[in-house]
DNA sequence: AAGTATTTTCGTACGTGTACGAATTCACTC
DNA sequence: GAGTGAATTCGTACACGTACGAAAATACTT
């Protein structure tokens, strides 16, 4: 209702609101290291901060949303690492960047669970529709390094539809490393990589059509 | 310790066993039918068969178990389903499973979250280990399928890695389509059916090396 | 038939996520 | 300042899965 300014108050309050959200969230890290990812509940989390229980559904919607927030982080610091070791040749650093993915997922089954296996009860509605690609720095990557192979003519087709399908071969692959470890896939790095070359082959020999008609896409 | 029969009291008991257990089978079904995944809980299953509720323990190791146990009949008849549409051609008939397989994940999501992307906390120690490539009915079959289309000379390479990495990837695109219902994956039949093109030309073009040696495999 | 061992049943209790709504605090107007 | 309306905090309570171990039923031995 104020026009010249937001009414600085409620800026204060939002950022009082921020910082103790990621109080919590730093408390839920703290609680995640030592005791592992079920050791972390609402009542010691809530205690660990000195609130009641009930005021931690104040700043997350439940508790998914505490460990997808935790996840994030260790996303954000994939995307870090995916950009920093690019190799110049586009195929290469494709390739690469799908391996170092796989590997981060078999390291962290926890994080990679929460975010891509558990469902997407974030349906706020009226909400983006792409919600992974656009929220996961991971994946806003993989689109670029797609891109620059098609800018290489390396590959063709639509840029989105073959990063979509490559996630999806890529994420069938490590969530089944994850689920069934004791599955006989032989040597977990070697499956990983046939995995990868299967797919980059197929998308190589196969046509991709854009799955979208081009005025859907956001 | 006794060698002549075995003591037909005990195989009384445990055929009775057997037969509570089904009975406990059947009220979770129902219950499922009549409520949803959700609605199922160990205390209104075991209400509904007269029981206490601990009771249940007796013939499940958890509730994971008893949704498994369900999930594993709605296999079971995909698996049916499998076997008796099978087109002559082998290529065609490998292609038809995965995109029936594919189906079957969307209509039942909560059965294919439970088996396949659910943590395998079955590991009594020293058991199989290759739980369920053994126990699916439907993973049994694509073995038959891709043997048939390697005997036909239109695959070749190792049948249990080939039969892996399809179901790899055409895992990834069911569970990625269950999981994120609002990603802009267009026409999911649409997908789907791209995605298994796509795999099988990536398996046509690239040799498929076995992932375990021979002597591994049990 | 009596006694003993073993298996099966389940009563109690704990810690969990979280719905509900009352109590409290806060921002703002007069 | 006092009063009012809105946002925030949280006390209480519920249903859940299930650990633990006592109670009851059953099987086996003598």
């Not at 309050?13 to 990812?37: D, T």
């Not at 104040?58 to 690019?86: G, P, V």
């Not at 290489?152 to 979509?164: E, L």
Request: proline content about 7%.
């Amino acid at each position: 209702m104020n026009d010249p300014k937001p009414l600085s108050a409620q800026d204060r309050r939002e950022r009082q609101k921020a910082e103790v959200r990621a109080e919590l969230l730093a408390a839920a890290h703290e609680l995640v290291r030592e005791e592992g990812y079920e050791g972390l509940t609402i009542r010691k989390l809530a205690k660990r901060v000195g609130y009641a229980p009930m005021s931690v559904y104040s700043y997350f919607a439940d508790k998914h949303a505490i460990l997808h927030a935790i996840a994030d982080d260790a996303f954000e610091s994939l995307a870090r690492r995916l950009e920093a070791q690019a190799p110049k040749e586009p195929l290469a650093a494709l390739r690469k960047m799908m391996t170092e993915y796989a590997a981060f997922g078999l390291e962290n089954p926890n994080e990679y669970r929460t975010v891509f296996m558990t469902d997407d009860h974030t349906h706020d509605p009226g909400q983006s529709i792409a919600e992974p690609e656009k929220r996961n720095p991971a994946l806003q990557l993989l689109l670029k390094r797609v891109q620059a192979c098609m800018d290489a003519g390396i590959f063709q087709g639509d840029v989105h539809a073959f990063a979509t399908l490559l996630w999806s071969f890529g994420h069938g692959t490590v969530s089944l490393l994850i689920t069934f470890p004791h599955y006989p896939f032989g040597d977990r790095q070697k499956f990983l990589e046939m995995s990868m070359d299967v797919a980059l082959a197929g998308l190589k020999a196969h046509p991709v059509d854009p799955l979208m008609p081009p005025e859907a896409r956001c």
